[in-house]
């Protein structure tokens, strides 16, 4: 019996804990930033750009980039990067306290974006750029 009650316990602050990008897919190949960098740059009317990270959830990705032109924006699109235009863009910082605040923008900004992709995206510029 000590030993369910320590394992629920254990397992509500696991799950207390858990980022909500762990159903977000994160993989970002070498050929991916090749291929996506070039039309990105174009967008944004950059020389150049370097695609830095990658958060997809079905047809819908939000990819950081470098660009000489601005702070570096996190662009959300829906569908590939070189066939589509980016629907918005987000720079800059932001405090742990304002998750839900970023999050109402994203859902207000992109609209039909994956409810899990707009929680990943507010959840990592707040509290989990590091990791």
């Not at 829906?78 to 839900?100: F, I, L, M, N, Q």
Request: charge should be neutral.
């Amino acid at each position: 019996m000590r030993y369910l009650v320590f394992f629920s316990l254990w397992l509500g602050f696991a799950q207390a804990w858990a980022s909500p990008c762990e159903a977000i897919d994160r993989r970002l190949s070498t050929s991916q930033k090749n291929v996506w960098a070039p039309a990105i740059a174009k967008q944004l009317g950059a020389s150049s750009v370097s695609v830095l990270q990658s958060f997809s959830k079905g047809d819908w990705r939000i990819i950081y980039v470098d660009s000489p032109i601005s702070d570096p924006p996190f662009l959300f699109f829906h569908g590939d990067p070189r066939t589509t235009h980016y629907v918005d863009a987000w720079a800059g910082g932001a405090t742990k306290d304002e998750e839900a605040e970023i999050r109402s923008w994203v859902n207000q900004q992109v609209p039909g974006i994956p409810t899990e992709l707009a929680a990943c995206f507010a959840w990592h510029v707040t509290k989990g750029r590091d990791k």
